[in-house]
């Protein structure tokens, strides 16, 4: 053996570990799951792969509602957070001075605590003779039979309310990293304030806007527990289907092909996303 | 933005065809290790399809004893251990500071530990969890499990996972025990079941926002209670009710009667009447006032009054009750189960009962704890309460669930209502 080819083989040796894990904890769960909702069956009986692809068109056809609420309901929560979080962002990172950590983890403390735990103290809050209705009730600016738990509104602001952090944080760590001269020198050629956002901070700040959207609009869009608890009639997202099929109904196949067609598209989306916007403006900035 | 799109242009897409891309693109050419990485991948892929055609998942038919077993002789060889495990739910049995009196009774009276366990939090999840252990044929780790009436027991019963009772080592249930729990249709004869406590699915209402009378199940479709009645999520509890408001006994019903009750409800959920399809919440959903009017369980209802919520009253409505039982059990490879019999035999005398029933306020499964709460433990409002000691005109009212006969049978249930929760 010449030792060129000894030399060939070193980056695949030193790569195998990551292999090895990447097979065993991504591909193989990935092809199980594949498997799973090619069988058909039932819990007595068992299941045997039958390979039966039309149980996807099958999903896609019953649950469409629920997919495209389940996209609908994370987009908005996903724009929401941004349009929120970004001044946020910038105000810590440009004015926060020496207090920039204090606020940062003023900002996450509620965190620490259980998303659950957050989620029905929001239950509380909200209930229709609870503390915020009650009192707009009594003073007379809504109407007594006003509700806000059980509406999409409702699941829609318990989803942007979990991604706060998320978003926050990406941002902030692109924002922080600008540095001011390029700002100064935008500001020494006569550009005014929002010229300066527009041709600045925000292409610099692009990076960190990809990453929150993609973080946030992924959790987001396979959530349930928002649409559980605070949830109505007709705000069942697609992650409660999964959960039902799986446990209440152990019809595994089901809910298999649900979540691969939601990872699918979603890889897909994110995919699109990255080459219209993500990858040219990381480029950008890197190249 | 947009400075980058003009720098660099776009791919080829669009621009003139190259000759050398088009060569490129149209002729193959295959190196001999190409060919063999190719030739491996289709191989790696043919045989990882093989291979899941082979194993498939394995069901739960035949993962119980066989039939014919000899349980009787089984039961003669089997000893007390001075110990059993014991899985409930929580808050469901008496408790103070140190534990529960009854259990600690038990132990100094029979020098038995119990490992009590309230781990059990819906009985779906809960049967999803022990379903993998008991069919790869091990112990779950209790000795007694409390599971409800429902397609998890069915499936428990059916799969030969329960140690059928001795009914010789609990004479104190064939003496004490009601007779509206005996010999459910779910198990005749009692072979594998006792219950735990009972009760009752009917309907509360809120006496502050709604003052009319509320005395049908019909009251649940009131367009006057528009977005304030609460259904419950779970559907066997939905389905029956819908089939009690068109007056159909849920435990002879056919799937033509489901698919009517669905309609029923379907309309209910359309109209707007329904708020929500509530899991437990449902009592905090009453109390908080975000429904008026909800279907409700007995306790739930009894302890909320207990609690301060005087403004809820619980309904037996004209149509009926539905009536469940939450049933103690053996599970197959116990270790202790003789241990387990014996709590069997002593939480079924009227003392120990008692206990239990004046702190769990559930339908309590022995008539005669109701002296003992009212006299011994001085607890009038207990001992009096028709949700806890039914009187026998309300034991009228109570209607049983549908029993699935098989998988396929319950697929269709759940087929015919999730839909309705789940929109």
Redesign the interface.
């Known amino acids: 053996m010449s030792p060129r080819r000894r030399t060939g083989l070193v980056p695949y040796l030193l790569s195998l570990p990551a292999a090895v894990w990447l097979g065993a904890f991504f591909v193989l769960p990935l092809?199980t799951i594949l498997?799973?909702s090619l069988?058909t069956?039932?819990?007595?009986?068992?299941?045997?792969?039958t390979w039966n692809f039309s149980i996807f068109g099958d999903a896609i056809s019953t649950y469409s509602?629920?997919f495209g609420r389940s996209f609908l309901y994370g987009g908005i929560s996903t724009a929401v957070a941004l349009v929120t979080m970004y001044p946020v962002a910038y105000w810590i990172a440009f004015h926060g001075g020496r207090f920039k950590s204090v606020l940062l983890f003023l900002l996450l403390l509620p965190f620490f605590v259980s998303f659950v735990i957050r989620i029905l103290a929001w239950?509380?809050i909200l209930?229709?003779?609870?503390i915020i209705l009650s009192a707009l009730k009594d003073i007379g600016l809504v109407p007594a039979?006003t509700?806000v738990?059980?509406t999409p509104f409702a699941v829609v602001a318990g989803l942007t309310y979990d991604a706060l952090p998320f978003m926050l944080l990406p941002l902030y760590v692109a924002l922080q990293r600008i540095d001011p001269a390029h700002v100064e020198a935008a500001a020494d050629l006569y550009a005014t304030g929002a010229a300066r956002f527009r041709t600045v901070i925000?292409?610099l700040s692009?990076p960190g806007i990809y990453a929150g959207i993609v973080l946030v609009a992924i959790t987001n869009i396979g959530d349930y527990l928002s649409a559980s608890?605070l949830?109505?009639?007709?705000t069942?997202m697609i992650g409660?289907?999964i959960q039902?099929q799986y446990?209440?109904?152990?019809?595994?196949p089901i809910a298999s092909a649900l979540a691969l067609i939601l990872m699918v598209t979603l890889m897909l989306a994110m995919a699109v996303y990255a080459r219209v916007f993500g990858t040219?403006?990381l480029?950008?900035h890197i190249g | 933005m947009g400075r980058g799109g003009e720098q660099e242009p776009r791919s080829s897409a669009g621009g003139p065809a190259r000759p050398d891309l088009l060569r490129g693109l149209t002729e193959p050419r295959y190196s001999r290790r190409r060919f063999v990485r190719g030739a491996a991948g289709i191989l790696a892929a043919g045989s990882l399809a093989g291979a899941l055609s082979a194993c498939g998942i394995a069901g739960t038919r035949d993962t119980g004893w066989e039939d014919g077993f000899d349980w009787k002789a089984w039961w003669g060889e089997q000893e007390q251990q001075g110990t059993f495990d014991f899985a409930n739910w929580p808050l469901y049995i008496d408790r103070t500071k140190d534990g529960s009196p009854t259990l600690n009774a038990f132990s100094e009276k029979y020098g038995i530990t119990v490992n009590y366990r309230p781990v059990i939090q819906d009985n779906a999840t809960f049967f999803a969890q022990i379903s993998p252990v008991l069919q790869s044929g091990q112990s779950i780790g209790y000795d007694m499990v409390v599971i409800s009436n429902g397609w998890e027991l069915t499936q428990m019963i059916k799969n030969h996972w329960l140690i059928p009772l001795d009914h010789s080592r609990m004479p104190s249930f064939e003496r004490y025990a009601a007779q509206s729990i005996r010999s459910p249709n779910y198990d005749p004869g009692n072979e594998f079941t006792v219950t735990w406590q009972s009760g009752i699915t009917g309907i509360a209402y809120d006496t502050d926002n709604i003052d009319r009378e509320i005395n049908s199940i019909k009251d649940l479709w009131d367009p006057a209670f528009a977005g304030k009645v609460g259904m419950m999520a779970d559907d066997t509890e939905l389905g029956s009710f819908g089939m009690l408001a068109l007056g159909i006994e849920p435990k002879s019903s056919t799937p033509a009667d489901w698919r009517r009750a669905a309609d029923l409800l379907r309309e209910q959920r359309e109209a707007g009447i329904v708020r929500q399809y509530y899991d437990q919440s449902y009592i905090k959903a009453l109390e908080q006032g975000d429904t008026w009017i909800s279907m409700a369980w007995s306790g739930d209802v009894f302890q909320a009054q207990l609690s301060g919520s005087e403004n809820l009253e619980f309904v037996v409505p004209d149509e009926g009750v539905m009536f469940w039982q939450d049933n103690c059990m053996i599970p197959y490879h116990a270790a202790h189960p003789v241990d387990a019999m014996m709590w069997i035999d002593y939480f079924y005398r009227p003392p120990v009962q008692a206990l239990i029933t004046d702190w769990v306020n559930y339908i309590s499964p022995v008539p005669d704890a109701k002296p003992i709460i009212a006299g011994e433990l001085d607890d009038p409002t207990v001992a009096n309460s028709p949700l806890v000691f039914p009187t026998p005109e309300m034991e009228s009212k109570f209607v049983a669930y549908y029993d699935p006969t098989g998988v396929e049978d319950q697929l269709e249930w759940t087929s015919i209502f999730d839909p309705i929760i789940q929109s």
């Not at chain 1, 949830?231 to 007709?234: F, L, T």
């Not at chain 1, 446990?247 to 595994?252: I, K, L």
């Open positions: 092809l498997g799973v069988m069956g039932n819990s007595i009986d068992g299941w045997t792969l509602t629920q239950q509380f209930a229709d003779d609870g039979d509700h738990l059980s925000l292409p692009a608890i949830g109505g009639p007709s069942t409660n289907i039902t446990v209440n109904n152990a019809d595994y040219r403006t480029q950008e």
